[in-house]
């Protein structure tokens, strides 16, 4: 029986994204907005991911980009960050247990809250998104 143990480095940080995004990829409610929008750039999002989450858990420079600037303008709602956040959980849950899996999903409800509020705050409204 394997020990869960805490997300340690990038090794860690692969695990969670690509299990993550495998059950993202399989998801009948963002399946279609993900496989839509990356096609065939799955591989290039997931190495994005990684330099992403190995900079936000650890602080590892290597990560450039604008993460709400990606989702801005994809026809998503409060459901599909609910399911995001709800995957995301799940993924971390079974793989890992310590302070920073649980920092881990600290920062995806944060980045889910703020992303989904933003979208909402900006939907129907005539105005180019600053960023």
């Not at 709400?68 to 849950?93: G, I």
């Amino acid at each position: 029986m394997d020990l869960k143990h805490d997300i340690q480095g990038l090794e860690e940080v692969k695990l969670m994204v690509d299990d993550f995004y495998a059950r993202v990829a399989e998801d009948e409610l963002l399946a279609p907005i993900f496989n839509f929008r990356l096609s065939t750039y799955w591989v290039p999002h997931l190495e994005k991911m990684y330099t992403f989450w190995n900079a936000a858990l650890f602080g590892v420079k290597g990560y450039t980009g604008n993460p709400f600037a990606k989702h801005a303008t994809m026809p998503v709602e409060a459901k599909h960050f609910e399911r995001w956040l709800s995957l995301f959980n799940e993924t971390v849950d079974k793989h890992f247990t310590g302070p920073m899996a649980e920092e881990a999903k600290r920062r995806a409800l944060i980045m889910a809250n703020t992303f989904e509020r933003r979208i909402r705050e900006s939907q129907g409204q005539d105005k180019i998104t600053l960023i």
